[in-house]
């Protein structure tokens, strides 16, 4: 498609002669179209912070309520974990968790950045000798609520571990869930009703 087609396509769709657009990642800049209210973005596990940041960032130009949806039909443990570790915040911004590595320890790391994708604050968090964070969820008071798994130095205990932070990244509770087995968490899941669920499985460690 040539360069003047797909402006005039632009213009069309900018004007409000057709309701839907679907392109590739094109649109990611230099697209100012205030009356775009909804964005989805499929196979959300291929791209990276900044191009998803960049794709959120067509809708919400005007004054309706804007919506940035990710679908992805992933299997794969990388990409699922890329997506259970990004959650957007309040103020537009992202926060997002990983884990951090010293001396050939693990903790858990979140990072938030502001609308542009600077840097606010980041902070580490940890229990035990290897502390691997695989799930992260918003919390209705804006804070976050960080879950994975915690494993003793000679690697026979392995528990469910999770720390609630507030909106600047300071820990307000963490809790170890202890059990007779290895349990290793994969996600935390919120409910309607306010529950948080930790998701994952055991291993009989006989």
Not at 35 to 52: D, I, K, P, T, Y
Not at 152 to 167: G, L, P, T, W
Not at 179 to 197: H, K, P, R, W, Y
Request: aromatic fraction near 10%.
């Amino acid at each position: 498609m040539s360069a003047e087609e797909k402006q005039k396509i632009m213009k069309t769709f900018k004007d409000g002669k057709y309701n839907v657009l679907v392109s590739t990642v094109v649109v990611e800049v230099g697209i100012d179209v205030s009356n775009a209210s909804v964005m989805l973005v499929e196979h959300a596990q291929r791209f990276g912070l900044s191009q998803l940041h960049q794709l959120r960032g067509r809708i919400g130009r005007g004054k309706t309520e804007s919506y940035c949806i990710l679908v992805s039909d992933t299997e794969t443990e990388q990409g699922q974990r890329r997506l259970n570790k990004m959650v957007e915040t309040d103020d537009g911004g992202f926060v997002l968790a990983g884990n951090s590595y010293v001396d050939n320890h693990s903790r858990y790391a979140l990072l938030r950045t502001d609308e542009h994708g600077i840097k606010v604050w980041s902070n580490t968090y940890n229990n035990a000798y290897h502390d691997e964070c695989y799930g992260l969820t918003k919390t209705s008071d804006g804070g976050f609520i960080i879950a994975g798994s915690t494993v003793s130095r000679d690697y026979k205990e392995a528990h469910f571990f999770a720390i609630k932070v507030d909106s600047e990244g300071k820990t307000v509770w963490k809790k170890v869930y202890d059990s007779d087995q290895q349990q290793f968490c994969m996600d935390i899941v919120a409910t309607n009703e306010g529950i948080f669920l930790l998701v994952g499985y055991s291993v009989n460690s006989e």
